[in-house]
């Protein structure tokens, strides 16, 4: 018999698509109703919660939520993407089951800095950094070889990168990181720019194995745009993902490139990511790859990186969400002897 689950999603997500599409606007079917399909048709009883404040309230749903397995794809609550991480750990206290990483993991990979650290003590390759924040600086002292790019140390989803992030000059540098500052109110992170392919390679199973890498070309930016994956490129001009998906493609000559299947899987293991996950690299002219960012619990929709690349390996859309759940049930539980409360 095939567990129960239940979808977990933000509830922010339904207003934003009820706005969008009411000005008229392209939006993509919410990931919760695509899972919820795919996995009905395959004989699941599915069931959809949408995270909402008030916390507290939350935390007894859950609670007393009945469902064999959760299957989180609640990104951010209330649409704030830090607290990703904090939903993970309700389901951790509560002894859920649950899908993808747990809120170690979460909150590794969201801290930029904190991940290029500790890609650098695994001997993992990303591009030389430094991180300053008001009154303090770390990381690569010399730092000093244009063009570098400046990112706040704990956005995704591309948040505070676009065209200004790429700077040629140490006056455009200091500009960009007050910015971040200002606007983030987080630490900058300055980056070596690796003038090179925008590759994604998604990951699956226990353990981690890379499906297809799928290659974004950029090539379709406009005209003085830098080549990156921006919000310019991700967000903006009216694309939606199924135009995007018509830039990218399979990199037939990176399939079985194992150098970029080795720091792809090993930057995951570094930041204890489990069931599945995209990591974005850079492949410079001379093919070595540089991690940029490991994004653990990625974008579930049925034309994003991963499950174009699950695709590729011969399992559809329906299948990735199948083995997902299965990774998640296969996964030995921890024994506390607490008890939830139920209301």
């Not at 990112?151 to 065209?163: E, L, Q, R, V």
Request: hydrophobic share 45%; net charge negative; aromatic share 6%.
């Amino acid at each position: 018999m095939k567990p129960s689950v239940t979808i977990l999603y933000d509830a922010d997500e339904e207003r934003v698509r009820a706005e969008a599409l009411a000005k008229g606007e392209e939006f993509p079917r919410l990931v919760v109703d695509q899972l919820h399909d795919a996995l009905s048709a395959r004989g699941y009883a599915v069931k959809c919660l949408a995270a909402d404040a008030p916390v507290d309230a939350l935390m007894r749903q859950l609670a007393d939520d009945d469902s064999d397995l959760i299957f989180n794809v609640c990104e951010s609550l209330a649409g704030e993407g830090s607290d990703e991480r904090r939903v993970a750990s309700m389901l951790e206290l509560l002894d859920k089951r649950f899908t993808g990483s747990g809120s170690l993991a979460l909150a590794m990979a969201g801290d930029k800095s904190l991940a290029k650290k500790l890609f650098a003590f695994h001997g993992i390759r990303s591009p030389e950094f430094a991180i300053i924040a008001p009154g303090h600086v770390e990381g690569a002292p010399k730092l000093d070889r244009f063009p570098l790019i400046v990112k706040p140390i704990a956005t995704d989803a591309s948040i505070g990168i676009d065209a200004r992030s790429v700077v040629h000059s140490v006056d455009e540098m200091l500009e960009r990181v007050f910015a971040v500052h200002n606007e983030f109110h987080t630490p900058a992170l300055v980056e070596e720019f690796i003038d090179g392919r925008e590759i994604y390679v998604g990951l699956l199973g226990s353990p981690l194995a890379a499906l297809p890498p799928i290659e974004w070309d950029l090539s379709h930016l406009r005209a003085g745009l830098p080549r990156i994956a921006g919000t310019e490129a991700k967000w903006k001009d009216g694309e939606t993902p199924e135009a995007r998906a018509l830039t990218e493609f399979v990199a037939e000559d990176l399939l079985h490139d194992e150098g970029l299947h080795r720091a792809a899987v090993g930057a995951a293991q570094a930041l204890l990511i489990r069931d599945y996950a995209r990591v974005d690299l850079r492949v410079a002219a001379d093919g070595t790859p540089y991690v940029i960012e490991v994004n653990p619990n990625p974008w579930l929709d049925a034309n994003a990186e991963l499950a174009m690349a699950a695709r590729h390996a011969s399992l559809e859309f329906g299948d990735l969400a199948e083995r997902i759940v299965e990774l998640a049930m296969a996964r030995p539980m921890r024994t506390t002897g607490r008890r939830t409360r139920s209301t």
